[in-house]
T-cell receptor
Framework: AQKVTQAQTEISVVEKEDVTLDCVYE???????LFWYKQPPSGELVFLIR??????QNEISGRYSWNFQKSTSSFNFTITASQVVDSAVYFC?????????????FGKGTKLTVNP | GAGVSQSPSNKVTEKGKDVELRCDPI?????LYWYRQSLGQGLEFLIY????????KSGLPSDRFSAERTGGSVSTLTIQRTQQEDSAVYLC?????????????FGPGTRLTVT
């Protein structure tokens, strides 16, 4: 069975602080994909990143960066110099390639509050 | 271009009534998904369509739930004899094609309240 754990339920930081959101996953698939989504207060889920299990290179996009480590089954997300607009619930998700289904299995989410 | 759209945005219904929720995926997206988001259960997968067929219905919580997709486009999720535990936000997502998985783009959701 596939499982995603986001141990941090809520995080509160002050603007300009760096913050890391943790994500640990479990899967028996040898090929799988990991995702991060952002859900701002408006409610609509916004796609941030997709990585496959064969690509462990870290990725940076502006103030966002992702650290994928297969050895620890983790796919952590760091926001550098956080801003108030980063306040949202962030979801980590996993999708396998076995069984013909491409459903996303989501973690419970981490609510990030960035205070001015 | 236009994103995923869902209607209605809000639906209040009495326990025992049937409801239909509609999803219009992004044009050209062949894969379509329904999820449910509730406080207690988080984001749960319901059903996945590849074209008009549903190879994975494993997330439908009971036989009161059904879904169909026509013309490889619009999908309807039907809940019969609604119960209070069906209250949730129902999210639809689409992705460019099957065989990925590729990133899924989500609609704004339908907030269902069963009184």
């Amino acid at each position: 069975a596939q499982k995603v754990t986001q141990a941090q339920t809520e995080i509160s930081v002050v603007e300009k602080e760096d913050v890391t959101l943790d994500c640990v996953y479990e899967t028996r698939d040898t090929t799988y994909y990991l995702f991060w989504y952002k859900q701002p207060p408006s409610g609509e889920l916004v796609f941030l990143i997709r990585r496959n299990s064969f690509d462990e290179q870290n990725e940076i996009s502006g103030r966002y960066s992702w650290n994928f480590q297969k050895s620890t089954s983790s796919f952590n997300f760091t926001i550098t110099a956080s801003q108030v607009v980063d306040s949202a619930v962030y979801f980590c998700a996993l999708s396998g390639t076995q069984g013909g289904s491409e459903k996303l299995v989501f973690g419970k989410g981490t609510k990030l509050t960035v205070n001015p | 271009g236009a994103g995923v759209s869902q209607s209605p945005s809000n639906k209040v219904t009495e326990k025992g009534k049937d409801v239909e929720l509609r999803c219009d995926p992004i044009s050209g997206h062949t894969a379509l998904y329904w999820y449910r988001q509730s406080l207690g259960q988080g984001l749960e997968f319901l059903i996945y369509f590849q074209g008009n067929s549903a190879p994975d219905k494993s997330g439908l919580p009971s036989d009161r739930f059904s879904a169909e997709r026509t013309g490889g486009s619009v999908s309807t999720l039907t809940i019969q004899r609604t119960q209070q535990e069906d209250s949730a936000v129902y999210l639809c997502a689409s992705s460019v094609l099957a065989g990925g998985p590729y990133e899924q783009y989500f609609g704004p959701g339908t907030r269902l309240t069963v009184t």
